[in-house]
């Protein structure tokens, strides 16, 4: 019985030492961040405009929110553009640009980047023009392209009175971009954002333009109504002015 204890014993101390001389292996996560693909995405910029008359002091103040959303996608290899809206761009800052005034304002967490001017009231019977710029921004392997919009405010005597909304309709890419025409080498470029129309919104009374600052439409008190009878409640275009 020694016999086989000792014989036991030495089969142990083997398992035990044979265990001892393997190499420990600890499993780790390989890091992936430097293997994600960055992604270029197109932006969109499309503003709001508040107008607040103020008849006392002979101002107006005039709130322009920019509102940056994704537009699309670029491929860097081949450089295409696949477009698609998105969500909002929630990085970067917007430089404004109205009547020669500019500010800067840095885009929320809602893409959205505000900024107030105070003008003579005057300037509601002036050509008036809005630029809003967002200047792109890079946010971990993201890119975001920078976009513009540009376009003239048509206002017209109601802004004296009512407090107003002014809306933009949203371009179509080609308008944004502009088109090239390789047969005949010449470049368009790219439409006013109110191509699409605008909406100068009272609230009771809501006008519907298009360029170059043409009432076509305006609703009030729950009726639609041709522009051409917009003058009847104080409001007309460019070819009454």
Do not use: C
């Not at 890079?138 to 890119?143: N, P």
């Not at 605008?198 to 109504?225: C, K, Q, R, W």
Request: overall charge negative; proline content about 6%; aromatic content about 12%.
């Amino acid at each position: 019985m020694s016999f086989f204890r000792w014989l036991n014993a030495i089969r142990g101390d083997g398992a035990r030492k044979s265990s001892a001389d393997r190499p420990t292996v600890h499993p780790i996560l390989e890091s992936l961040e430097e293997r994600i693909t960055p992604t270029d995405f197109g932006t969109y910029t499309n503003t709001t405009v508040q107008i607040v008359p103020n008849l006392f002091n002979l101002t107006v103040t005039e709130k322009v929110t920019a509102n940056v959303t994704v537009n699309g996608t670029f491929d860097p290899m081949t450089h295409a553009f696949t477009p698609g809206t998105g969500p909002a761009v929630s990085t970067g800052m917007v430089l404004f640009n109205l009547n020669n005034q500019q500010q800067l304002a840095n885009v929320n967490s809602n893409g959205q980047a505000t900024a107030s001017f105070t003008l003579p009231i005057l300037t509601l019977f002036t050509s008036q023009a809005l630029q809003a710029s967002y200047e792109g921004a890079t946010l971990g392997s993201d890119t975001f392209e920078s976009s513009q919009f540009l376009a003239p405010l048509y206002t017209n005597f109601d802004n004296l009175i009512f407090v107003a909304t002014l809306t933009f309709g949203t371009l179509t890419h080609q308008q944004q971009t502009g088109t090239f025409n390789p047969t005949t080498g010449v470049f368009v470029l790219p439409s006013f954002n109110t191509a699409q129309g605008e909406s100068n919104n009272m609230g009771v009374l809501n006008f519907h333009y298009d360029d170059p600052g043409t009432i076509t439409t305006f609703e009030a008190f729950g009726s639609t109504f041709p522009g051409s009878l917009a003058f009847k409640v104080g409001a007309y275009g460019p070819e009454f002015m």
